[in-house]
């Protein structure tokens, strides 16, 4: 054994890191140390096999331990002699490869017989398939269960079984990345300690507001809906949560086969390189870094591309934080400025979260533009998979009442209009919240979205995504007096005195007014969407 003032460790590259090793080595029973630098993985390894188990919880809890993974991304895990023998007879690939002998940078000769050992693959192999065996055979079982249960339409106890599901999965993919469970935490917890460990895992489940998880939260409503006596009919999300199992799954076997490889040839296997997707033309190319420079963009899908004349509408779906409509318009306007006016832009955004939750309404809309054959940014290849319904029953909510506002809107609009007095006080203002109310309730009936209070022009033009043969309309816009949407987005403020209008400028908006209305009836009431009014009624 060598003395402590000649101990070194030149592996671990650090200072402070050794002058811990060695006055543990030298106030207590340390029999080995393993140390495995990872060339593609956020941490390395260093496993210490010491006699005591009571030392090795104790010194598994200690601050050093935390802070040498905070700063240094050394993971330290202190394993009992006793338990990595067993381990390694159970086929704990784990075990197996960061307990070699080539990762020894310690060994106390005075514990040669604890010292731990391992075997030559051919030895190992037989241990290394029982131990994938078995967690493939209790995982067949868990996985039959939750089929019964489907089959029997107990929602409740299906997502209850699909939390132990994904509690069993994690527990192996602790085992597997970080050498131990941890039983205590819950599940959000124990996903994002993994997330560090496997990036991969944020596709798979959606954050809330709160800092869980979309998933998570459901398997918590179903155990309060039990222990009320209440049934919770969420069988929709049953692939969801599916897809979101079978991927953990797919991990597990994933690395299973890695550790073979290491194990039977000694090499680490490449990791794949994000590539974001790079927009095609000049013009779209702006408009993406435009967003980056001013937002916090985490993906942007192009999902659709008009041309109208000589001028070429580009809509995006940014998902991402802290968008609201005026950073929009404000970006909007940026990237005008910057493609000199040749194109116009129709940018949409939510962030996952938002999407996640109204997926139950606008599945429908999202489903069509969130593909990867439109994204052409994303800040990272982990982010999530949004959860799709499955059944998915597309539904126009409150359709009723928006169609009536609108309606109500136009009536009002056309009772100033005509006013035989002259007097056409808010006139302006009527006529473009109506026009904001129709196209809102023509898209969410064309598409089943409804947009947000977005400016005029990106209103109309999500009306020619959602209805091409809408542009035949467009000559309406182009004859008015004078610059149509600017208008429209001035005049959404209340003013308390009377308009200067000419006549012909009063006929253009009826002219307008009548048409659009005309529209969305034929949307709305012959579509089926909506009950004709009485004239009773309307007169009420």
């Known amino acids: 054994m060598k003395t402590l003032e000649k101990l070194t460790f030149p592996k671990l590259e650090n200072e402070y890191l050794e002058n811990i090793l060695r006055e543990l080595a030298g106030k207590y029973n340390i029999v080995q140390m393993f140390f495995?630098?990872?060339?593609?993985?956020?941490?390395?390894?260093?496993?210490?096999?010491?006699?005591?188990?009571?030392?090795?919880?104790?010194h598994q809890h200690a601050k050093w331990v935390r802070k040498v993974k905070e700063h240094l991304h050394i993971d330290v895990l202190f394993i009992f002699t006793s338990k990595i023998r067993h381990h390694y007879s159970l086929g704990d690939p784990f075990k197996a490869f960061y307990c070699r002998e080539s990762a020894v940078i310690y060994q106390n000769n005075e514990f040669a017989d604890s010292a731990f050992k391992t075997v030559e693959w051919k030895k190992f192999?037989?241990?290394?398939?029982?131990?994938?065996?078995?967690?493939?055979?209790?995982?067949q079982l868990h996985?039959?269960?939750?089929?019964?249960?489907?089959?029997?339409?107990?929602?409740?106890?299906?997502?209850?079984?699909?939390?132990?599901?994904?509690?069993?999965?994690l527990q192996w993919l602790e085992e597997l990345y970080i050498g131990n469970r941890s039983d205590s935490a819950d599940l959000n917890e124990r996903i994002n300690n993994l997330i560090r460990y496997i990036p991969v895992i944020q596709k798979y489940f959606i954050k809330t507001t709160k800092g869980g998880y979309y998933l998570i939260d459901l398997f918590e409503q179903a155990k309060e809906a039990s222990s009320d006596e209440e049934a919770m009919y969420r069988n929709e999300?049953?692939?969801?949560?599916?897809?979101?199992?079978?991927?953990?799954?797919?991990?597990?076997?994933?690395?299973?086969?890695?550790?073979?490889?290491?194990?039977?040839?000694?090499?680490?296997?490449?990791?794949?390189?994000l590539c974001d997707a790079e927009p095609k033309d000049k013009v779209l190319e702006t408009a993406v870094q435009t967003i980056l420079d001013s937002a916090d963009a985490e993906q942007i899908y192009f999902y659709n591309k008009a041309v109208n004349h000589s001028k070429t509408a580009y809509y995006l779906l940014i998902i991402g934080d802290s968008l609201g409509n005026e950073k929009l318009k404000s970006i909007t306007n940026t990237i005008k400025s910057r493609?000199?006016?040749?194109?116009?832009?129709?940018?949409?955004?939510?962030?996952?979260?938002?999407?996640?939750?109204?997926?139950?309404?606008?599945?429908?809309?999202?489903?069509?533009?969130?593909?990867?054959?439109?994204?052409?940014?994303?800040?990272?290849?982990?982010?999530?998979?949004?959860?799709?319904?499955?059944?998915?029953?597309?539904?126009?909510?409150?359709?009723?009442?928006?169609?009536?506002?609108?309606?109500?809107?136009?009536?009002q609009f056309s009772m100033i209009a005509n006013?035989?007095?002259?007097?056409?006080?808010?006139?302006?203002?009527?006529?473009?919240?109506?026009?904001?109310?129709?196209?809102?309730?023509?898209?969410?009936?064309?598409?089943?979205?409804?947009?947000?209070?977005?400016?005029?022009?990106?209103?109309?033009?999500?009306?020619?995504?959602?209805?091409?043969?809408?542009?035949?309309?467009?000559?309406?816009?182009?004859?008015?007096?004078?610059?149509?949407?600017?208008?429209?987005?001035?005049?959404?403020?209340?003013?308390?005195?009377?308009?200067?209008?000419?006549?012909?400028?009063?006929?253009?908006?009826?002219?307008?007014?009548?048409?659009?209305?005309?529209?969305?009836?034929?949307?709305?009431?012959?579509?089926?969407?909506?009950?004709?009014?009485?004239?009773?009624?309307?007169?009420?």
């Not at 495995?36 to 009571?54: A, C, G, H, M, P």
């Not at 832009?345 to 969130?370: A, D, G, P, T």
Request: aromatic letters at 16%; a negative charge; glycine letters at 4%.
């Open 339 to 411: 493609t000199e006016g040749r194109s116009s832009f129709v940018l949409i955004s939510h962030s996952r979260c938002w999407i996640q939750n109204n997926l139950y309404e606008y599945q429908n809309f999202f489903q069509k533009i969130i593909k990867e054959d439109f994204l052409i940014y994303s800040s990272n290849m982990n982010h999530p998979d949004f959860h799709w319904e499955s059944p998915h029953r597309p539904y126009h909510g409150d359709i009723d009442f928006y169609y009536r506002w609108t309606e109500q809107s136009f009536r």
């Open 419 to 540: 006013n035989a007095d002259g007097n056409y006080c808010g006139l302006t203002t009527i006529f473009s919240l109506f026009f904001m109310s129709f196209c809102r309730t023509y898209i969410f009936a064309k598409t089943h979205y409804m947009p947000n209070y977005l400016p005029s022009q990106t209103l109309w033009e999500l009306c020619i995504y959602a209805e091409p043969d809408m542009i035949k309309n467009s000559y309406l816009t182009e004859q008015f007096w004078t610059g149509f949407f600017p208008f429209l987005d001035r005049n959404r403020a209340v003013f308390n005195w009377s308009s200067r209008l000419a006549t012909e400028e009063i006929n253009q908006m009826k002219v307008i007014a009548e048409k659009l209305m005309d529209e969305l009836s034929l949307a709305v009431v012959e579509g089926g969407l909506v009950k004709k009014i009485e004239q009773n009624d309307s007169a009420n």
């Open 237 to 273: 999300m049953f692939n969801a949560v599916g897809n979101a199992e079978e991927s953990l799954y797919g991990l597990i076997g994933d690395r299973f086969n890695e550790f073979r490889k290491l194990i039977k040839k000694g090499y680490a296997l490449k990791q794949e390189v």
């Open 125 to 139: 192999k037989k241990r290394f398939n029982e131990f994938e065996n078995n967690f493939h055979h209790d995982h």
């Open 36 to 58: 495995t630098r990872e060339q593609f993985s956020v941490f390395s390894k260093l496993i210490i096999n010491i006699e005591s188990s009571i030392d090795a919880q104790k």
């Open 143 to 169: 996985k039959w269960q939750i089929k019964n249960l489907i089959s029997e339409g107990s929602s409740n106890s299906v997502f209850t079984s699909y939390s132990r599901l994904i509690e069993y999965d």
